[in-house]
């Protein structure tokens, strides 16, 4: 699969700042997810995006897809305690082929009240 | 609760062993895909089946299989284990009359463990 640079690796911030997290590929992708894992559980979708350029948000948080196509930004608002966890972008390439998701390594986020 | 689930939600087991994971998709979901999640691979594509034929394959070795069957659960064979094979395996659906086909929603995980 294709290879996803995502960063930063970890962050470690204040209840009330805002996050940003990137994720970048050496290859364009049709379409971009960020999903949500805590420990033990599977991803949870956070945000899906289709288009170059579109700019989407689900409450505190807003992703971007990259108008290279080959990048992807996820911001997050006033963080909270329950914002803990780590966030994993994925690229899909939506070919005849298949739809398989290429996964960053992640960006593990604390959070202290 | 996305709606996908899979049994068993742990499973440990011997070198050499063969065991069957299981996952049922979300309502109305045709495609069923199978990752591998170890702590340094990261989550890794393995195969994707949609109403019950194979669509697409990624990272998966060939002592793994899996079938996708009627009623649209599938299970995922892995044979001949090591210890390497330790990890956990996600299964996701997407495609359902709801939704749209590319987004992809998570069950639990099945940790697996090989001594």
């Known amino acids: 699969g294709q290879q996803l640079n995502q960063s930063p690796q970890s962050m470690f911030i204040q209840e009330g700042e805002d996050v940003s997290m990137n994720c970048t590929s050496s290859?364009?992708?049709?379409?971009w997810l960020w999903y949500k894992q805590d420990p033990g559980e599977g991803p949870v979708l956070l945000i899906a995006l289709y288009k170059a350029g579109e700019l989407t948000s689900n409450g505190r948080l807003t992703a971007q897809f990259g108008i290279t196509r080959k990048d992807s930004f996820l911001n997050i608002s006033a963080s909270i305690p329950s914002d803990v966890g780590i966030y994993f972008c994925?690229?899909?390439?939506?070919?005849?082929?298949?739809?398989?998701?290429?996964f960053g390594k992640g960006t593990s986020l604390l959070v202290t009240p | 609760d996305s709606g996908v689930t899979q049994t068993p939600k742990h499973l440990i087991t011997a070198t050499g062993q063969r065991v069957t994971l299981r996952c049922s998709p979300r309502s109305g979901d045709l495609s069923v895909y199978w990752y591998q999640q170890s702590l340094d691979q990261g989550l890794q594509f393995l195969i994707q089946y949609y109403n019950g034929e194979e669509r697409a394959k990624g990272n998966i070795l060939e002592r793994f299989s899996a079938q996708q069957f009627p009623d649209l659960h599938s299970e995922l064979n892995l044979s001949s284990l090591e210890l390497g094979d330790s990890a956990l395996y996600f299964c996701?659906?997407?495609?359902?009359?709801?939704?749209?086909?590319?987004?992809?929603?998570f069950g639990p995980g099945t940790r697996l463990t090989v001594t």
């Open positions: 996701a659906s997407s495609g359902g009359l709801a939704g749209s086909m590319y987004e992809q929603y």
């Open positions: 290859s364009i992708f049709n379409t």
């Open positions: 994925a690229g899909q390439l939506r070919s005849n082929s298949g739809y398989a998701l290429n």
